[in-house]
């Protein structure tokens, strides 16, 4: 009898292990420049157990902006949630530089590595009066 409430139990625990929502990392670019900034979205499907700590990607980002938000719809009888934490960040220095993976409670993102390549500082040409707008 007790070896069946083992059993019940470790199946009981891996149905609510399946249930977990994984944490999605997605980056809106494969490679930036420094003093260029790009969004890191961090998503998932349900709520996580325990608010997120985002200070570990202070090492290697400034974080100029962040917005935590949800969506959810109701399709045809299914219901579907996305919980997002999207930030504005600019590289520190020049490197292939790693995303860490972060805790969401029970729940850890993967890491994520992005490229960041020298900026160059190309000026524009003010001696001339028909440049009304530079963009590089």
Known sequence: MKFRKVILFLLLWQAVLAVAAPIKVEVDRKAVRVNESFQITFSTSEDPDAN????????????????HG???????????????WTFD????????????ALRFGSET????????????????????????LFLE
């Not at 997120?52 to 962040?66: A, G, N, Q, T, Y």
């Not at 969506?71 to 299914?78: E, I």
């Open 52 to 67: 997120p700590d985002f200070s570990p990607l202070e090492k290697d980002f400034v974080i100029i902006d962040r917005n």
């Open 89 to 100: 960040v600019m590289a520190k220095h020049v490197g292939n530089l790693l995303i860490p």
């Open 70 to 84: 949800s969506t959810s719809s109701w399709v045809n009888g299914v219901s579907n949630t996305t919980i997002q």
């Open 109 to 132: 993102s993967p890491a994520k590595t992005i490229e960041v390549t020298e900026g160059k500082n190309v000026q524009p040409d003010v001696t001339t009066n028909d440049a009304e």
